[in-house]
């Protein structure tokens, strides 16, 4: 299964796009899920063939480590959407236990999807990407703090004017702690040390992943839709999204290596066991209330 287990992926994609053009009700409602996952099971197998090792293959543990942690991370920006309003679902499955499936198999391809479609850029994209050293990097720290908190507040008390920010407040916030906890896969280290390689392929991911993420949920039955404080932003539309949010995309990577960092540095020496009944009880509150604040229609 290892040599073709991402034939079999593509295969699926394919075959879920045929049915949905067909109005196969099932395919409908689910393609977002068979697009998303036969994707990073496919990326996963071609970086595996190229480099001889992958996310999935090398570890599997930590892969569902990383899927279960994405739909965490989601759920807080989806948190930050009951106060924002930029979006809303169609078409979600009547049924409790379907829906909330639905909801936990969605947003857990968000960081397996950036991180896998970083590791084939990694694969194919050549070069340093050198710049300028960013010397004595820890003074910073109290600007990026200071800042960060001000993306994390302003979009709560002002989100018709200050929405766009929450797509950067993570790494704000996040990297300078990311640089004491462990400090080579910060972010941050890379600019002290005069590399722009990962978070130009973490920008360029979370572009190409952007695309996929509107491309695949425009054509679904079960979608998402978005509303805008300002009218001009949404005259121009890229399939679901207003042309504009799409420079959302490239910072939102940045935040997820951050929070994935983060994250992967306090718990890796810790018993799952509180950590997991935490995360549960997140999710259980934030299905619920993204049932009644966000979906916006149901079917049977």
């Known amino acids: 299964m290892r040599a073709i287990y991402g034939l079999v992926a593509l295969a699926v994609l394919l075959i879920s796009g045929v049915g949905l053009r067909a109005g196969c009700p099932f395919l409908k409602t689910w393609f977002y899920l068979f697009a998303w996952w036969s994707y990073i099971l496919f990326a996963d197998w071609l970086v595996l063939k190229l480099r001889g090792s992958s996310r999935l293959t090398s ?7 990383l899927s279960l942690w994405s739909v965490f991370f989601w759920l807080v920006f989806e948190w930050f959407n009951l106060f924002l309003k930029n979006w809303t679902y169609l078409n979600v499955p009547s049924n409790i236990f379907v829906r909330w499936f639905g909801y936990a198999l969605a947003f857990a391809t968000v960081l397996p999807g950036i991180f896998e479609t970083y590791d084939l850029l990694e694969v194919f994209v050549k070069g340093q990407f050198r710049v300028r050293a960013l010397k004595n990097t820890v003074k910073y720290f109290p600007w990026l703090t200071v800042i960060g908190i001000l ?12 929405f766009p920010l ?13 640089y004491l906890l462990d400090r080579e896969r910060s972010l941050l280290y890379d600019l002290e040390c005069g590399s722009f390689r990962r978070p130009a392929l973490l920008l360029l991911s979370g572009l190409i992943c952007g695309f996929l993420w509107e491309f ?5 039955g079960t979608k998402w839709i978005y509303t805008l404080p300002w009218a001009w932003l949404m005259e121009v539309k ?3 999204m207003p042309l504009p949010g799409y420079l959302g995309f490239p910072p939102f990577a940045l935040e ?4 994935w960092i983060f994250v992967f540095s306090l718990t890796r020496n810790r018993s799952p066991w ?3 009944i935490l995360i549960l009880a997140f999710y259980i509150f934030m299905f619920h209330q993204i049932d009644f604040h966000t979906v916006l229609s149901f079917k049977p």
């Open 59 to 65: 570890n599997i543990r930590e892969f569902a480590k």
């Open 151 to 162: 993306c994390l507040v302003l979009p709560l008390t002002y989100p018709k004017y200050f």
């Open 166 to 178: 929450v797509w950067a407040w993570a790494f704000l916030l996040l990297e300078p702690v990311n």
């Open 216 to 220: 695949w949920n425009f054509w679904a």
């Open 238 to 240: 890229l399939f679901e």
């Open 256 to 259: 997820c290596w951050s929070m």
């Open 274 to 276: 509180t950590t997991g």
